[in-house]
């Protein structure tokens, strides 16, 4: 870490009490590691970093078992998910071996899952890796897109929630 780069002078449990406050949209990054083995996680770390060229990043804890698939890769896909997906988000959130079993997907860029259920998908092409504490932030370069006309399932506060659209 930068030496420059001071302690929080907040607590960790204070940071998540603050940052719970802002609404944000729930995906699952999809990759594959050296193997070939597929990865998936839930991630509401997710922005947009530029339109010319098309890029987006997400920021991936590095203790998390998929971190490493995504460092490997070369590709990686974001899966934004829809009101009413809150099963899929919670499966991909899980410990579980095969998180994909019972998914319906295809592949996409790179070989990598594609959630079908999803509706935007983003198949994307690492870019770069920044440090960025005890996450890595990963940029994507945008290859392919798909979107559907559906609410986004959004999470705010500890909960799922809906959009109340007029």
């Known amino acids: 870490m930068d030496s420059s780069i001071k302690t929080m002078a907040?607590?960790?449990?204070?940071?998540?009490?603050?940052?719970?406050?802002?609404?944000?949209?729930?995906?699952?990054?999809?990759?594959?590691?050296?193997?070939?083995?597929?990865?998936?996680?839930?991630?509401?770390?997710?922005?947009?970093?530029?339109?010319?060229?098309?890029?987006?990043?997400?920021?991936?804890?590095?203790?998390?078992?998929?971190?490493?698939?995504?460092?490997?890769s070369e590709f990686f896909v974001v899966n934004i998910l829809a009101e009413g997906q809150e099963?899929?988000?919670?499966?991909?959130?899980?410990?579980?071996?095969?998180?994909?079993?019972?998914?319906n997907y295809r592949l996409g860029i790179g070989?990598?899952?594609?959630?079908?259920?999803?509706?935007?998908?983003l198949e994307c092409r690492l870019a770069y890796a920044h440090e960025g504490g005890d996450h890595t932030i990963f940029v994507g370069l945008i290859e392919r897109s798909n979107t559907e006309d559906k609410n986004p399932l959004v999470y705010w506060h500890g909960n799922y929630r809906k959009l109340e659209i007029d």
């Open 87 to 103: 099963s899929i988000s919670n499966r991909f959130a899980a410990p579980i071996p095969d998180k994909f079993d019972g998914i």
């Open 10 to 72: 907040i607590s960790k449990e204070e940071f998540r009490a603050a940052l719970s406050r802002f609404p944000s949209g729930v995906t699952v990054v999809t990759t594959k590691d050296a193997t070939g083995r597929f990865h998936g996680m839930t991630v509401s770390a997710f922005a947009s970093v530029s339109l010319d060229p098309p890029m987006i990043l997400v920021c991936i804890e590095k203790t998390t078992g998929s971190h490493d698939a995504l460092q490997e």
């Open 111 to 121: 070989e990598i899952p594609v959630l079908e259920d999803a509706f935007v998908t």
